[in-house]
């Protein structure tokens, strides 16, 4: 049925019928996003896990309802869509396709990532979008969500190729965003070479040095330190308050991570450092497994520097296994699982062993990387969920840092950036934790993270009128 027609503010007097409402107005909008983004899979995923954990907010707050507020979240506020030509070394002209999506602009520029991989496109950008909304809210700064990027596929293509596709990109791009208007960053694909090009390439077309354009920029042309650290470090950041909110601590606990990219490598990297052992680590062919502690160096020299395949850890560490095809990973036992690389790689079959191995945490690096139903799974089995918009959400935290360092035109050290990212984190785990406690779901902090970052969005945008 259709909420309209039956007018969720009409039925506040009688509180049953209402409370059905509330539920009926959550579906429609439902319905409605699943008929505009015909699909858009990961965007109805995305929408679907928000909406219905905000249905006690809105019982409580029935202006929003009023308000039309979630009508006005799901429908991004801008989509551009645009042709990428670029020419390979071959001379064959080759043509991708670029996206943006300005989802909300309410409490700051849009921002959010770009990113670089051949599975992206419009339902990829809308539910990375959105999900950036509610993540940028938690980390208190001023930055409206966003995201970006391209079905390009950086992997084997030289580096002169991955600058000519970034200057084309950029081309088209630069149109449409600006230090206060949209200010995108890396995210799969797109890392600091990557950034530099398309900098590069913005200058040359505005000519201006406007470095607040794009964040994860070089710490020579106006990149904050702990930017390239702060996903993975904020991640570790958030599930130790998490686990100590719960009388655990890290030390000696066994952990997996799935990914071997940026976040994964750095909040190894940090989970190390505090006292636990990871033991698995993969990339998009395989994985490996070292119970002696994963040798994180010489995962960084493989992966970041070299860019080759993780397989070549096991040919240099004898004591460590190579296992062909990622999903297995999930089958370690282990104290903590550290989902790092992409979204929807823990469905609910991974989650299931989880459970049976005794994981005590689940927490989220890559965005929206556990499906719905095993998010589910993990919450009613008990187990301690750190959500993707709230744990990944110190990469974003510390690009807006890097925009208040551009506007200030100087740079903070590094541990005065990894002090307040941490000071962001444990305010983000509070704020989830109290949210949660306040709509009757203690402990569940998924859906703390979806109703603190939602109530601060809606409310500013209810105050800045129907637009
Ligand atoms: N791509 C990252 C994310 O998912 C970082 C975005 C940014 O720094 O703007 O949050």
Redesign the pocket.
Known sequence: MKVDSIDPIGKLEDNNIFETSVTQYVNRVIEDVKNRNKGDEEFHQAVEEVLHSLEPVLVKKPEYIKERVLDRLVEPERQIIFRVPWVDDEGNVQVNRGFRVQFNSSIGPY?????FHPSVNDSIVKF?GF??IF??SLTGLP?GGG?GGSDFDPKGKSDREIMRFCQSFMTELYRYIGPDVD??????G?GGREIGYLFGQYKRLKNANEPGVL??KGLNYGGSLV?TE??GYGLIYFVDEMLKAHDYDLNGKKIVISGSGNVAIYAAEKVQELGACVIAMCDSNGYILDESGIDISLIKKIKLVERKRIKEYADIKSNSKYYEGQKGIWSIKCDIALPCATQNDIDIESAKLLVENKVIAVGEGA?MPCTNEALSYLLENGILVAP?KAA??G??????L?MSQNSMRLSWSFEEVDEKLKNIMVNIFNASKEAAKEYGAEGNYVVGANIAGFLKVADVMISQGII
């Open positions: 921002k959010g990532g770009l990113r990375l999900e950036q993540k940028n930055i995201k200010v995108p960053a890396g995210d799969i797109v964040t994860g930017r702060a996903t965005n993707a990944n959400a990469g974003v935290a510390t690009s807006a890097e």
